[in-house]
């Protein structure tokens, strides 16, 4: 293995006193790809973005090819050699590749952009990389995989020595899989150092030299990736046991409330099929881009289904849009409190208001102030959300009193059936616990309740029984007593073979 | 936490936009003393009914693009729905049409406008801007095309001498209790449509989809209904506009309520309506209304060219939202500087 280029070391980060990292160490040599792994949440993101000039660390150094730095920029990593290729892909997709390329830095002729040679240029590294793209079609127009060509070609062309891959597989197909560890290796011929970030685990084997494991915010453990097996790096990732911070509540299982049959929307909800009880939470486990947002969506009838069937209380129930779903008495806490959850500008009461405002106001539609107050007092005192006051606006609470809102919105009405997404993302832990409560309350009042969550440890605390699922399809149906993380993980990463040759993750037996 | 005891005051205050309202209201006392003091023809009885009258026209143009603005959009149409509404209704009467079929075709015409605007925003998802620029172009055609391409005759030819009388009494020149109806209209559809956005469901659903359209979706609210009610208040007020100036003119003329959605948009944005939606109330409207309505007739009375009052009222306009926009930013930047120490 070649010279040490990246070496990190003591790194700590914290954001609004939430301690993201804590003393974290990475070693990154020429011509080696290391996988970056642990769970989500683990701090491995914001530990690349350290190292990319995204954030500032609060402590450690950091040395680039010998060279200590101290506050990276997006521009001081950059001249560093420090490049990396976005989850997401940052381009203007109107442009074409080369103007792509060379945003920000064009070549300038004597008047005009000299576009021939950037066009020239673009071209060479595209050859180097052996894509077949030409620089001048639009980004738009090309699939994901060659986009992602192109961020490397970029990267290539400011003389990045040093790429960092956040999840570049996860919307690829088996063969630009292949297509991009080609070249992978191609670049780690070339000298170049390459962080990887993947969930799936059973990629590695193709690719990763070494592994460093991160946990919590703390590094773990680092080394050869052949001194590794898959159950040692499992382990590593989710190691902890703390089933006290998880209050669980014993009910008696009782009738079926809720079934989804045969569900299809789209390419992450692949013919579903699950029940629910009274008396019992189901949690759904799997890696981010499982389909189990998507999952929830389709059924509240956010997003079109294809096909499928869905029963409540034995009959079959028609669900085109959020509100033929509330009718029915099935209820839906996004993910994405921003973006889904709350309506930032409005107030507290207005917040908690909004999806009950057909018991609040008679036909008229008139809206009982007085009814709505005592529907938000009662919301506020059950959920304990802290503020001075309910008209406060709901951009004003903090993550977990917001969380709380989203929450808390749906707990006032009697609903049959109650999903959330991802409840405690983001929240601390006294936040948490309440919500786990609350979710017990439901349990214990005969309402059907499901909830996904990627902390393997909250479903396994939480929920009574656990589904898993990994890229669209469910791939297990789990006892939460019986059944550990490992094996959690184990089906969460039961990929389709799109590789031919898959790791250790196909024997599995049908614990369903 | 503390739980003060709140005085009228304090409990007014605590109503979400009461206070960029209030402020409105004040910089209108302001304006008004300041006026009278240079000239003492403003404090006249006269003056002051003529005041209360010309800004009806505003406060109603107000409600409507208040309205849509509250829901994240904007009615770019509100101007020419004006037109249209006065060429229909005067076209119709001056044609022999009595004046209450006359008015209920023209507000079925406006409606129906409304209800499109909605449709092409909420459901095709349609920018705002380009939706209602071309509903613009095409209402402003019809106005033009009802009386084939030129202004009515006198109302009074068609629906005779004493109709026309009384639908021109009715709408301008006459007086409820010592004031000219137009502001009773004004006040009583003011009344109505705040107590639809302030007490009602509909009214909460137009702030919900203004402040997050994702969230009022999964909370269960219609957004595509919801938005065109929204285009229909504002519809509904241009037509009533329309009307007041056919009556104030006694015939139809096409260019009438040229630019009225822009005056809308100043009296809404002046009074604390936000451009963005989700935030505002119809009482800063009102006061959005009487600050410009103030002004210029202040200006008209110093004896300032008309093209200083442009320049004033474009002052004022940005200066509201600056103060906004300051504000805002000042919180946004202490609650960061709280979650960094």
Known sequence: ?512 | MDKKKKTGIGKLLEIKGMGSSLTAFAGLIVIYFVFGMIDHKVFSAQNNLNLLRSMSKYLLIGIGQSYVMITGNIDLSIGSVVGMGTMISATLMSHGVPTLPAILVTAVAAVVVGILNGFLVGKFKLPPFIATLGTMFVTRGIAFIVNGNRNTDNVASGIGKEAADRFQKFFYYGKTFGVYNTFWIALITFIIFFFILSKTRSGRHIYAIGSNVDAARLSGVDVVKTTIKAYVVSAICSTIVGLILAAQAGMGNMDAGNMYEMYGVAAGVIGGVSPLGGAGLLLGTFGGAGVWQVLENGLNMIGAQIGLQRIVIGVIVVMAVLLDVVIRNGSRTSGLGKKAG
């Not at chain 1, 986009?147 to 970029?154: D, F, G, L, N, S």
């Not at chain 1, 915010?217 to 089933?243: N, S």
């Open chain 1, 1 to 512: 293995m070649g010279n040490v280029i990246v070496e990190m070391e003591h790194i700590s980060k914290a954001f609004s006193g939430v301690q993201a990292l804590d003393d974290v160490r990475l070693e990154l040599h020429e011509g080696e790809v290391m996988a970056l792994l642990g769970e989500n949440g683990a701090g491995k993101s914001t530990l690349v973005k350290i190292l990319s000039g995204v954030y500032t660390r609060d402590a450690g150094t950091v040395r680039i090819f010998g060279k200590e730095y101290g506050n990276l920029t997006p521009n001081s990593a950059r001249e560093a050699g420090v490049a990396i290729i976005h989850q997401e892909l940052n381009m203007c997709r109107d442009l074409t590749v080369c103007e792509n390329m060379f945003l920000g830095r064009e070549i300038k002729g004597r008047i005009a952009l000299n576009n021939a040679k950037m066009e020239e240029e673009a071209q060479h590294y595209l050859d180097e990389l052996g894509v077949d793209i030409s620089p001048r079609q639009v980004v738009g127009t090309l699939p994901v995989s060659k986009q992602q060509m192109i961020e490397i070609a970029k990267a290539l062309s400011i003389h990045a020595k040093i790429l960092i891959m956040d999840e570049p597989t996860s919307a690829l197909t088996s063969k630009e899989i292949e297509e991009l560890f080609r070249i992978v290796r191609r670049l780690k011929e070339s000298g170049c150092g390459i962080i990887y970030i993947s969930h799936r685990l059973e990629e590695l084997e193709h690719i990763a030299d070494s592994v460093t494991i991160m946990r919590d915010g703390k590094f773990i453990t680092t080394g050869a990736y052949k001194d590794f097996t898959m159950d040692t790096i499992i382990e590593h990732m989710v190691g902890r046991e703390i089933k006290e911070r998880f209050p669980r509540v014993e009910c008696e299982l009782g009738e079926k409330v809720f079934e989804v049959k045969n569900l299809n929307a789209g390419r992450l909800v692949r013919d579903i099929n699950f029940s629910l009880y009274k008396g019992e939470i189901v949690g759904f486990a799997g890696l981010m881009g499982a389909g189990r947002t998507e999952t929830t969506r389709a059924i509240f009838g956010v997003d079109p289904k294809s096909s499928g069937e869905i029963l409540l209380e034995g009959k079959p129930i028609r669900i085109n849009s959020p509100l033929d779903a509330i009718r029915a008495g099935i209820v839906l806490a996004p993910e994405d409190r921003k973006k889904d959850g709350l309506c930032t500008k409005l107030t507290i009461r207005q917040n908690i208001a909004l999806p009950n405002l057909d018991t609040i106001g008679g036909k008229s539609g008139v809206l009982n102030r007085a009814r709505e107050d005592e529907l938000c007092e009662r919301a506020v005192k059950e959920l304990s959300i802290k503020t001075p006051s309910v008209e406060r606006d709901a951009a004003t609470l903090s993550g977990g009193n917001q969380q709380k809102v989203v929450v808390g919105k749906w707990l006032v009405r009697d609903s049959k059936v109650v999903m959330f997404d991802e409840p405690t993302r983001g929240i601390d832990v006294g936040a948490k616990v309440e919500i786990y409560h609350l979710m017990n309350e439901l349990k214990k009042n005969g309402i059907a309740v499901m909830f996904v969550s990627s902390e393997l440890p909250e479903v396994l605390g939480i929920a009574d029984r656990i589904i898993v699922m990994c890229d669209g399809r469910i791939t297990g149906e789990l006892d939460a007593r019986k059944t550990t993380q490992n094996e959690i993980m184990r089906y969460a990463t039961m990929f389709e073979n799109k590789l031919g040759k898959a790791g250790s993750s196909t024997e599995v037996n049908d614990h369903g």
